[in-house]
Structure formats: structure tokens, C-alpha cells
């Protein structure tokens, strides 16, 4: 019985971990499709953090960002 119940409690608390994302907004120019002098494809890596959310997974935003 002790068992069956530490499993569903160790469940419950991984489902709850894996339940959120973190998203993060940054105040930089998007480089995606074309290459600058001296950059490279993606995000730039000196551009400044604006602000970070973090999302569960029963919120509307957690499937449609």
C-alpha cells in the first residue's frame, strides 16, 4: 500500500514539473532568412532579456503562443 501511494505521489509530481514552459522575450532585430556582416543564423546573442513568462500547461497560451 506505502508503495502504491509513494508512486502516484512521485507521478503527480513529475506531471506537475513537466507541466510548464518558460517563454522569453528579447528586444533584438530577427536574423532569420538572411546573414548580416559578422552574424550568425538565429538569435543575437548580445540582445536584451525584456521578460520572461512561464506557462502551465491548462492555460489557453501553453498550445496557441
Same mark, same amino acid.
Given at each position: 500500500?506505502?508503495?502504491?501511494? &509513494? &508512486?502516484?505521489?512521485?507521478?503527480? @509530481? ?6 510548464? /514552459?518558460?517563454?522569453?522575450? /528579447? $528586444? ?8 548580416? $556582416?559578422?552574424?550568425? @543564423?538565429? &538569435? $543575437? ?14 492555460? $489557453?497560451? @501553453?498550445?496557441?503562443?
Amino acid at each position: 500500500m506505502k508503495t502504491l501511494i &509513494s &508512486s502516484i505521489c512521485l507521478l503527480a @509530481f513529475a506531471t506537475l514539473l513537466g507541466g510548464c /514552459v518558460t517563454r522569453t522575450y /528579447v $528586444d533584438a532585430p530577427q536574423h532569420r532568412g538572411e546573414v548580416p $556582416d559578422k552574424k550568425k @543564423f538565429g &538569435s $543575437d546573442p548580445e540582445a536584451k532579456v525584456k521578460g520572461t513568462k512561464r506557462v502551465w500547461v491548462w492555460q $489557453d497560451e @501553453f498550445r496557441n503562443p
